[in-house]
């Protein structure tokens, strides 16, 4: 018993010290917070120091996230920081914007603070046309702002390099706001080009989000019909495949068959791990 007791407070001691630690740290973080006086301190080798506040907000962010802690309110400071030591440091403006902008406990939640680091980034960087895409994302998903996030495609796609659907899309936006269509065009592009495994993830279950509202739109529809004809409702998609309207039943894009609610409208399985995603990631368009 004692010594099961001693292994105890031992663990009890470990984990104590790894929050102190983690404590101190941000207590250290704290300590210099003007990127001005940092950069004239810093001399030469602003550039170094810069990356070594850079790596620590994706440390600092990437230990929030795996302890689920939405408290990341040094996150902007680190990442000010980091860009006034080095204007150019283009992957602290596009991934700091992504970790600002989400949701909690995804993201600091703010959106503001995001869209100023990347109109920060264009005026250090005016031809780098991926910071356009990135502001008109912002200005898509987080503002509902249509005319801004079409005139960020449309300046962006003016600057070398840029790829021809940008054109194509600040039409869209600008004509169409948004639609399920233009949001997967979006997380389909941030999903192919993002390095980073929580960026991609998080674009993923997007796409898969919205190709589930997709399915169930026609599934309802679908099911709509059959109680016009068969003058009774569907209990569920089995039901449709017993009945010859469905060859087989449609899946969700991890692999669960969709279900029905009571008015007979078509929505993910509670099993489904999309179902407990959906709340915090999609809003119905």
Request: a neutral charge; aromatic letters at 12%.
């Amino acid at each position: 018993m004692l010594l099961l007791g001693f292994g105890g407070i031992w663990k009890l001691q470990h984990r104590i010290d790894g929050q102190r630690a983690a404590l101190y740290q941000e207590k250290n973080d704290l300590v210099l917070r003007s990127g001005p006086m940092l950069k004239l301190m810093s001399l030469e080798y602003a550039p170094l120091v810069a990356d070594l506040y850079w790596t620590r907000a994706v440390q600092y962010y990437g230990d929030k996230h795996r302890r689920g802690d939405a408290d990341i309110q040094l996150l902007w400071p680190l990442l000010d920081i980091a860009t006034t030591l080095d204007p150019k440091l283009i992957v602290a403006y596009r991934f700091g914007s992504t970790f600002l902008s989400e949701s909690p406990p995804r993201g600091a939640g703010r959106a503001d603070l995001a869209v100023e680091l990347i109109n920060r980034g264009i005026h250090a960087n005016p031809e780098y046309w991926r910071f356009y895409e990135d502001l008109g994302f912002l200005y898509y998903f987080h503002f509902k702002d249509f005319a801004k996030a079409s005139a960020a495609f449309l300046e962006g796609s003016n600057r070398p390099g840029a790829y021809i659907w940008m054109k194509v899309l600040a039409a869209r936006v600008l004509e169409g706001g948004e639609t399920r269509e233009t949001s997967a065009f979006l997380w389909n592009e941030v999903y192919n080009s993002a390095t980073n495994p929580d960026i991609k993830q998080n674009a993923l279950t997007h796409l898969q989000l919205l190709r589930a509202d997709s399915d169930c739109e026609q599934l309802t529809a679908i099911a709509a019909e059959y109680e016009k004809r068969a003058g009774k409702r569907a209990g569920s998609v089995r039901d449709l495949v017993n009945a010859g309207v469905l060859k087989s039943a449609p899946l969700d894009p991890v692999g669960f068959v969709y279900v029905f609610d009571g008015e007979g409208k078509a929505q993910l399985n509670p099993a489904s791990p999309l179902s407990q995603q959906k709340p915090r990631y999609l809003k119905p368009l």
